[in-house]
């Protein structure tokens, strides 16, 4: 295979990732994105096999590229065959520490052996080059180009960083784990901030000497300080950042993609990286946008200390207006126009095709169903939307929140199922952990139904004052469940 062959694949697959982003960018065209990126990558995944059995030969070079492929296209095929839907934040958060492993590795091989990636001449050549008596030299060798250093110094960082920062978002969103960094609530102590920035500071100092004298030692402690500082910028978080916190990661392993990728001269990986990078990065300003928190804080690590407080406190145990499955399909039944909110409760029942059905049976009836999604709700951007999708709700059913919070206020019900920080009117008061965070407006709603498990507190720890307003009635059991009997009882 050519280089000018491998370089043209690379574009085409360059291009594929490209509309892969833009087909992502709206429901309708989801599915075509989805495609674009699966042709994009199986390119890019086989034109790299076939360029490294060109360069390292056949024999056991060809059998680790295969084993490589067999094994890594195996794994990621039985994963997304057998996620569960609420297990997919903790998917993208696995998937997104393996790039940055995958970044530190490469950027340790290309350290050990420069000479294998092309950053330095083969050894027989720079041993030509070199007088025979010069045996220092000849020991010596050529160094890894500054420019280069540079790179995969930053590369290895960043994929570091990622690695670490991942496996603990992974931990916490899993829940369940005794481990205490795994655990949901912040783990947070005096001088957290400073040590951040001690750490950072001390990597950026080690990166310099790497790219002034390429000392392994120097290279050694780039690695282990992002490994630690990925520990150290996530374990603070708390309360409803978890959707930020999965954003930033994202963009973290695309910049740590690029990075190798200018160490590599490989134009496929710098664009795709960038893509990532640049696009998880918007994501995250959108992110933080919608939960009222500062871009540079949540970069920096600063996120998860109020809300973390807020969680530590108990709720006070108040009376709520109850009443059952029959109750709310009486309501909705009689109504003009009913919005369904969904939430993470809704995600663990596996409710959303019982939810489509009894929308369904409403529109029937005459009755004007819309759904509401909040930017954040869920564990993930975009949770709820896949969620949707995956019962194939009819997407002009579905609205963002600045597309539909005017209309709250003219709806007979809106129906809560499993959602509670991104519908609590706490963030209008201020002094509030939420304070300025938008949120859905079902509270304006002249009738209010809200199915829980329980009166627990949300992600944020905060209890919700649209609970216990008069026009809510609370429907308690699991979503499916209740949903389901809602359906049964719908005339």
Not at 243 to 255: E, I
Not at 274 to 300: D, Q
Not at 309 to 337: C, H, L, W, Y
Request: proline share 4%; charged share 15%; aromatic share 8%.
């Amino acid at each position: 295979m050519s280089m000018n062959l491998v370089t043209l694949l690379y574009l085409i697959a360059s291009v594929c990732f490209i509309q892969s982003l833009k087909g992502l960018s709206h429901p309708t065209t989801s599915i075509r994105g989805n495609v674009f990126g699966m042709v994009g990558m199986a390119i890019a995944a086989f034109t790299t096999a076939a360029l490294i059995v060109k360069l390292a030969g056949h024999g056991m070079g060809l059998v680790w590229v295969l084993l490589g492929l067999v094994l890594g296209g195996g794994f990621g095929a039985w994963k997304a065959k057998t996620v569960e839907m609420t297990k997919m934040p903790e998917l993208v958060a696995f998937f997104h520490s393996m790039i940055g492993l995958a970044a530190v590795a490469i950027a340790v091989a290309a350290v050990a052996e420069p000479a294998a990636f092309g950053l330095t001449p083969p050894l027989d050549a720079a041993l030509a080059a070199i007088p025979a008596e010069d045996g220092e030299a000849a020991r010596a060798l050529a160094p890894i180009p500054p420019g280069n250093r540079l790179e995969l110094a930053l590369g290895a960082f960043i994929g570091a960083v990622t690695f670490t920062g991942s496996v603990i978002a992974w931990g916490k969103l899993s829940g369940g784990s005794k481990f205490r960094l795994f655990q949901g609530a912040p783990v947070q102590f005096a001088g957290q901030h400073l040590l951040n920035l001690v750490l950072g500071i001390a990597a950026l100092a080690f990166c310099a000497m790497f790219f002034a004298g390429q000392s392994a030692l120097a290279f050694g402690i780039v690695v282990a300080l992002g490994l630690v500082l990925g520990v150290t910028l996530i374990i603070p978080i708390g309360g409803a950042d978890m959707p930020v916190v999965v954003s930033m990661l994202n963009s973290y392993s695309g910049w740590a993609a690029a990075g190798i990728g200018f160490s590599l001269n490989n134009p496929m990986l710098i664009i795709a990286g960038s893509l990532v990078g640049s696009s998880g990065a918007i994501l995250s300003y959108i992110m933080c946008k919608a939960m009222n928190r500062s871009f540079f804080n949540v970069i920096l690590g600063g996120f998860g200390g109020e809300a973390g407080a807020a969680a530590a406190g108990a709720t006070q145990q108040r009376s709520v207006k109850s009443g059952s499955a029959d109750d709310a399909a009486f309501v909705m039944g009689n109504a003009e126009t009913v919005i369904i909110v969904p939430g993470y409760g809704l995600a663990v029942a596996r409710a959303q095709h019982a939810v489509k059905e009894l929308a369904a049976k409403l529109t029937e009836k005459g009755v004007t169903v819309k759904y509401a999604i909040h930017p954040v709700a869920g564990r993930m951007p975009g949770h709820m939307n896949v969620l949707l999708a995956e019962a194939e709700v009819p997407y002009d059913q579905v609205f963002e929140m600045e597309d539909i919070n005017a209309e709250f206020a003219q709806a007979d019900v809106a129906i809560i199922l499993g959602a509670n920080d991104v519908v609590n009117p706490a963030a209008h008061v201020k002094g509030s952990p939420i304070y300025g965070m938008p949120i859905l407006e079902a509270y304006k709603a002249k009738t209010i139904i809200v199915n829980k498990r329980s009166m627990a507190a949300g992600y944020a720890g905060l209890d919700n004052e649209l609970f216990y307003m008069d026009k809510t009635m609370m429907v308690f059991g699991d979503a499916k469940k209740v949903v389901e009997d809602m359906l049964k009882a719908v005339e």
